[in-house]
């Protein structure tokens, strides 16, 4: 059966300033083997490629590849002009051939538990390569860098770090969820330094007839 969700609480924190930076003001980013850029419309292809994957749609709300361009194409708008004023994600290349492999940042200032909520999608020929943790770091690092403001938020008070209270100050977070049994994603998180807070159930989007298991991981920034 599925878990009960309960209310969400108002409690003070950070986040980034929005509008978030536009595509078009966004610099891109090196690491050891990526380059972390700004997503085009000509992007439609590689995400297509990555999307008509079935093993990468298993771990999505869709559950199935994309049958056409076409159908791909939302997937990318919802990050292109002008979403790009309240969503932060990128594309992800190999640095030394700027193949495109994969998607991800925050796609959504609010997530499931009321916090930004953090993603990616890589494609299936460079999994296990320690790629995407290598992704997640550096862009928790870009996320960081980010002009802030102070803000009243709802979020789901299990997410609260223990002795933080609804209506006070607490510190601020990102969060991710995963299937339960998508331990490779687990260990993405755990790597890149989000801890699991939750293990829950509700029905599976993909078949409302059965119950799926997930797991919600949060990452806290302690500015001080």
């Not at 051939?97 to 990616?120: L, M, N, R």
């Not at 992704?135 to 709802?154: G, N, S, Y």
């Not at 299990?158 to 933080?164: A, F, P, Q, V």
Request: with cysteine.
């Amino acid at each position: 059966m599925a878990s009960t969700k309960p209310p969400f609480v108002t409690v003070k924190t950070t986040l980034p300033i929005l509008p978030f930076p536009l595509n078009s003001a966004r610099a891109p980013v090196a690491t050891f083997r990526l380059l972390i850029r700004p997503l085009s419309s000509s992007d439609v292809h590689g995400l297509h490629r990555i999307r008509s994957q079935p093993e990468v749609m298993a771990n999505d709300l869709q559950g199935r590849p994309d049958a056409t361009l076409e159908e791909t194409q939302p997937q990318l708008t919802r990050f292109l002009p002008p979403n790009d004023e309240k969503t932060y994600h990128f594309a992800i290349c190999l640095k030394e051939t700027e193949e495109f492999i994969g998607i991800g940042g925050c796609h959504s200032i609010a997530s499931v538990f009321g916090w930004p909520a953090i993603g990616y999608m890589l494609t299936r020929e460079r999994w296990g390569q320690g790629l995407t943790t290598e992704f997640t770091r550096a862009f928790l690092e870009m996320w960081k860098t980010l002009p802030r403001r102070e803000v009243e938020i709802q979020v789901d008070p299990r997410s609260l770090l223990d002795g933080e209270v609804a209506g006070g100050v607490v510190k601020e977070q990102v969060a991710s969820l995963t299937p339960w049994d998508n331990f490779a994603s687990a260990r993405v998180m755990e790597k890149s330094g989000f801890e699991e807070f939750l293990v829950w159930s509700e029905p599976d989007l993909r078949d409302l007839s059965v119950d799926i298991e997930l797991r919600g991981f949060r990452y806290v920034w302690d500015q001080n």
